[in-house]
């Protein structure tokens, strides 16, 4: 049963293992904070130390913007009129904080990590889950990190009946520190790609990270799985964990057939999830985004809710900005947005949404340097030029560093001519050249890694919407 939580002075003190040294126990904090710019009347500012900042050097800014009380590894000599609560570890106290509000809470917790379609994943499951009149609370943004998830499970306190959140990683132990906070009732795992694969050497290493999200899954935990991915499947069968697949496998708990791929207009498929069947029309764009999907209705069934009281709600999805957003610009061009990220998994799937989109022009693609991908990166960038050749592209833009020079040698050698290429080092240099490059009728795709800025590209073609 969920049920709010009310944040005492007291309370917090006993979930931290800190003292209360100076303030009342009774006192009710409106909320947590780590960010003296944002924190609003009546929070608790928690002063975390990093690398390259001590927050406890801007403890008098806190007070002054409004925080009822501070919990810290040192207590301040001054600032006699303010709570303060002394811990060992700021950080192990705020992620401790969460644990417990998250235990205190009642709600049921979804967790979703995979190396694609993680915040599609999160947003589908928690509109599903809300469509069928439930209360529920979403990691906003990308708080997925060892400090973003305790600061997001910790709204819990306002009361909700599920909590939908995101797990990110780039080294290994790190999702095991997330769901050792989370304590997730669903764990959904969508794919394995070439995100992060050069902090870990292969994409198998990437697998084995993530597949902390199994570990010590309790004889309730439902484990969500993508039948589709062998990977996956390989680590889940070896955990022993009991899995709810999805997919278009034969044997997928949650299975799509029947599949029409519209590419960035949607995609149709008959779905099957226990004894229910229904026909829907996914409006998010591609095959990759009806796996996410379908791992959604997947989660979305472990906590309850059934198939037919999500199909409408599945017809009502829309992309997250940035994440494949189609805009029909007055010039005639239609530009789908998605440059909020980019590896190469997304990128070939992005590719292939494209070439299924109709389009009475030219397919464009603005593809920007990804990231993180080590030695590996200049093979991974040649195979993602070789894939846009494939995917019928008449107009290449590549932008970014060096690796994206063998993205220019793979689409040459994929067939592209060298005229079809433009090739830009950063993004202002392509956002500044795009409008004489495209044509009505043309279809833009935008995709690069955040670090690249491709959204710059975007913004610039959407500017004249």
């Known amino acids: 049963m969920a049920r709010a939580v009310v944040l005492t002075a007291g309370m917090v003190a006993e979930a931290t293992g800190g003292r209360l040294v100076r303030g009342d126990r009774t006192h009710v904090f409106a909320g947590v904070s780590i960010d003296t710019r944002t924190l609003g009347p009546g929070t608790l500012f928690v002063a975390l130390r990093g690398d390259r900042f001590d927050a406890h050097a ?104 599920v909590s939908v959140v995101e797990l990110g990683m780039n080294h290994a132990g790190e999702i095991r520190t997330l769901v050792a906070i989370a304590d997730p009732d669903v764990r959904v795992w969508t794919n394995v790609g070439d995100a992060h694969v050069g902090h870990f050497g292969s994409r198998e290493a990437v697998a084995d990270a993530k597949a902390e999200i199994l570990e010590h899954a309790g004889p309730s935990t439902v484990v969500v799985a993508n039948a589709d991915d062998p990977l996956v499947m390989t680590r889940v069968r070896a955990h022993g964990v009991r899995a709810l697949t999805f997919g278009e496998a034969p044997a997928a708990d949650v299975r799509a057939t029947t599949v029409v791929d519209r590419g960035f207009d949607g995609v149709d498929a008959h779905i099957a999830s226990g004894d229910e069947t229904a026909d829907v029309h996914v409006p998010l764009p591609g095959r990759a985004n009806l796996s996410n999907v379908l791992a959604a209705i997947a989660a979305v069934g472990a906590c309850g809710v059934s198939l037919a009281r999500v199909v409408p709600g599945v017809a009502a999805l829309r992309p997250v900005a940035r994440r494949g957003s189609s805009h029909a610009l007055a010039t005639g061009v239609r530009v789908i947005d998605d440059s909020y990220n980019a590896s190469p998994a997304a990128v070939d799937a992005a590719l292939a949404t494209l070439a299924a989109t109709p389009a009475t022009g030219r397919r464009v693609a603005v593809i920007g340097e990804m990231l993180e991908l080590g030695s590996l990166s200049d093979a991974l960038h040649e195979a993602c030029g070789r894939a846009a050749a494939a995917a019928g592209v008449s107009l290449l833009i590549a932008v970014g560093g060096a690796p994206v020079d063998a993205l220019v040698r793979g689409a040459m050698a994929g067939g592209l001519p060298a005229g079809a290429i433009h090739r830009f080092t950063d993004s202002d240099d392509a956002a500044e050249a795009i409008g004489r490059l495209v044509v009505s009728g043309d279809v833009v795709l935008v995709k690069g890694s955040r670090g690249t800025r491709t959204d710059r590209v975007a913004d610039r073609l959407l500017a004249v919407a």
Do not use: Y
Request: proline share 2%; charged share 20%; no cysteine.
């Open 58 to 161: 801007f403890l008098a800014d806190a007070v002054r913007a409004g925080a009822a009380g501070l919990l810290v590894d040192t207590a301040p000599d001054a600032m006699d009129a303010t709570l303060v609560i002394v811990v060992d570890d700021t950080l192990v106290a705020l992620q401790a904080l969460a644990g417990a509000v998250r235990r205190a809470s009642g709600a049921r917790v979804v967790a979703i990590t995979g190396s694609a379609g993680k915040t599609t994943t999160k947003e589908v499951t928690a509109d599903l889950l809300g469509s069928a009149g439930l209360r529920v609370h979403r990691t906003r943004g990308n708080l997925n990190n060892h400090i973003g998830l305790p600061l997001s499970l910790i709204e819990l306190a306002a009361g909700f009946d």
